[in-house]
């Protein structure tokens, strides 16, 4: 398993900027979007700010109370793709309170259908999405390294390296490794 990368900041403060002005242009005051995500009204102020760097399951429901999926988001705080994306050229977030690291090998593109993210759990970590950011977007994720279980729906599925699992998410889901393990995989999103 790789190293998390460094965190970048320049992709936080776009990503503050973004929120905020997908929060304005619903005409949404801060209580507003905080009653429809769940996410306190101080926690928010301190988002758009980019005092503090969302959490994956934050950004999970902010991105349900815009139904809108975290790809789209992160497209639209991210350059515009290009046909050959080198891996220095792969933008890489982290959720500093669970350790996730989420690359964008194939970012999302206007006018392409699919991406491709790679993931890393470190061990003993688990991510819990209350709702999908969009009911019925398909994924495919593929274990490369370690050991994960993920969670849809209330069914667990514990996957070793190599295995594929493929679902429409329509409910909740958990990502979780054991204390012993952390997990790399790819996550394609059609």
């Known amino acids: 398993m790789e190293t998390s990368p460094a965190i970048d900041t320049a992709l936080d403060d776009r990503l503050a900027e973004r929120l905020r002005t997908l929060r304005a242009d ?14 306190s009204r101080a926690t928010l102020s301190r988002l758009e700010k980019a005092e503090v760097s969302p959490t994956a399951a934050v950004l999970g429901r902010l991105c349900a109370a815009h139904d809108l999926p975290l790809s789209r988001l992160m497209l639209m705080v991210e350059d515009d793709h290009a046909p050959l994306v080198r891996r220095a050229d792969q933008p890489v977030w982290t959720d500093r ?41 398909e ?11 993920v969670t849809l729906d209330g069914v667990a599925h514990a996957l070793e390296p190599g295995d594929c699992l493929r679902y429409r998410l329509t409910g ?12 790399r995989y790819l996550l394609f999103l059609v």
């Open 172 to 183: 909740a889901s958990a990502f979780e490794t054991p204390p012993d393990a952390g997990a």
């Open 139 to 149: 994924h495919h994720l593929v274990l490369r390294d370690g050991r994960l279980t």
């Open 26 to 39: 619903r005409g949404w005051t801060l209580d507003d979007l905080a009653q429809r995500s769940g996410v």
């Open 97 to 137: 309170a669970s350790g996730f690291v989420r690359r964008s090998v194939s970012p999302p593109a206007r006018t392409l259908a699919g991406e491709v993210l790679d993931g890393t759990l470190p061990p003993g970590a688990r991510i819990d999405y209350d709702r999908p950011p969009r009911a019925g977007l």
